[in-house]
């Protein structure tokens, strides 16, 4: 109970206070729209920048953490891709589009503010690790096979720059990639630059949440109820479970295995309805599984941290 109460209701009463402010009337929706394209597009690219930058790259990438963060949404994928389509009856590009739902979880704005509440800040380590590869594998995995569903498994070469253009527009990508590079070449950003990066990263997970929740209450609960469900379960507790299994297995340190259980117990992220968008598939099954499993994800993460050394 103490840690519902210390780590993870702090947490969503900000993403509560976003959605009443915005219900009611007191926050518009432009501002909204506002908030989060300066927190998507500015701030937590920064904020992963500066991340990845100052990241001792060599002890932070283990490989046992990346292999059992990403078996488990591997396998999140084709079981919502398969569920979707076998047990479901949808088509295959909604398949695709319900599979990127349990494949993509909400690393940034709720896994990132949860395990600093849970751990404190020296435990991100292992979660930025996770968050570099996070957006170019969710999306080099759904890119390619909505493509190849689209094209009938006949995409050919003409897939691969689609699949990098629609990656490498991704304003989150471009931040971890110049982390990266100034990372490599050992550069020193002027006190000035690097304070003033400060600045804008305090400022992007507060306003990150309240901007979600302003963006909730547009979602409406609606669509196939049991597929929502599924995809709930699938997000949040097999994913979890399998990372949990394989950190067990492969002997990961307590400290890495708590950011990859929890990043991998988060809810799905607003990406997912962005990816259905995009292709004009399954957007209300999408949008419905963002507010219901971030709604159940209360309970879920309080099991989660239950569950962890």
Same mark, same amino acid.
């Given at each position: ?106 690393? #940034?704005?709720? +896994? =990132?503010? /949860?395990?600093? @509440? *849970?751990?404190?800040?020296? %435990? $991100? ?67 000035? #630059?690097?304070? +003033? =990066?400060? /600045?804008?990263? @305090? *400022?992007?997970?507060?306003? %990150? $949440? ?82 219901? %499993? ?16």
């Amino acid at each position: 109970m103490q840690a519902l109460l210390d780590v993870i209701l702090p947490v969503f009463f900000v993403i509560g206070c976003g959605y009443l402010a915005v219900w009611r009337g007191w926050f518009s929706q432009s501002g909204v729209d506002g908030l989060m394209k300066f927190t998507q597009n500015f701030a937590i690219p920064c904020l992963l920048f500066t991340a990845i930058a100052r990241l001792d790259l060599g002890q932070s990438f283990d490989w046992r953490l990346l292999f059992s963060f990403y078996s488990g949404a591997l396998s999140g994928f084709i079981l919502g891709l398969v569920g979707a389509r076998m047990v479901f009856g949808r088509p295959w590009e909604d398949a695709v589009a319900i599979g990127f739902c349990c494949l993509f979880s909400n690393s #940034v704005l709720l +896994g =990132l503010p /949860l395990t600093e @509440r *849970a751990y404190g800040a020296n %435990a $991100l380590e292992a979660n930025y690790a996770i968050i570099a590869l996070h957006s170019p594998f969710c999306y080099g995995i759904g890119i390619s096979v909505m493509e190849v569903v689209k094209a009938q498994g006949q995409a050919g070469p003409a897939l691969v720059p689609r699949v990098l253009k629609a990656m490498f527009s991704n304003a989150l990508i471009i931040g971890i990639a110049a982390g990266f590079m100034v990372n490599f070449m050992g550069l020193s950003l002027p006190g000035p #630059v690097n304070d +003033g =990066l400060d /600045l804008i990263v @305090r *400022a992007a997970l507060p306003a %990150a $949440l309240f901007g979600l929740g302003g963006v909730l209450v547009s979602y409406r609960p609606e669509g196939d109820l049991r597929l929502v469900l599924y995809i709930c379960l699938v997000a949040l507790v097999i994913h979890p479970l399998i990372t949990r299994g394989l950190g067990l297995a492969l002997s990961l340190p307590v400290e890495a295995t708590r950011s990859a259980v929890l990043t991998a117990a988060m809810a799905p992220g607003i990406n997912t309805y962005i990816f259905a968008s995009m292709y004009g598939r399954a957007m209300r099954v999408a949008a419905t599984s963002v507010l219901v %499993a971030t709604a159940l994800s209360i309970l879920t993460i309080w099991v989660w941290l239950g569950q962890l050394p």
